[in-house]
């Protein structure tokens, strides 16, 4: 998104969805599918 003044940006943000990217890389599991849980490790 950009702020636009006298025909310029003058701002700009930028919004990133690391956790999803990963999630699509499947570096990172998706809520809920973790293979390890707190009963099976103890």
Do not use: Y
């Not at 940006?9 to 990963?22: F, H, K, P, Q």
Request: a positive charge; charged letters at 25%.
């Amino acid at each position: 998104m950009h702020r636009i003044q006298n025909g310029k940006i003058v701002e700009s943000w930028n919004v990133w969805d690391t956790l999803g990217m990963l999630q699509q890389m499947e570096v990172v599991p998706k809520m809920g599918t973790a293979k390890v849980t707190a009963e099976k490790r103890n």
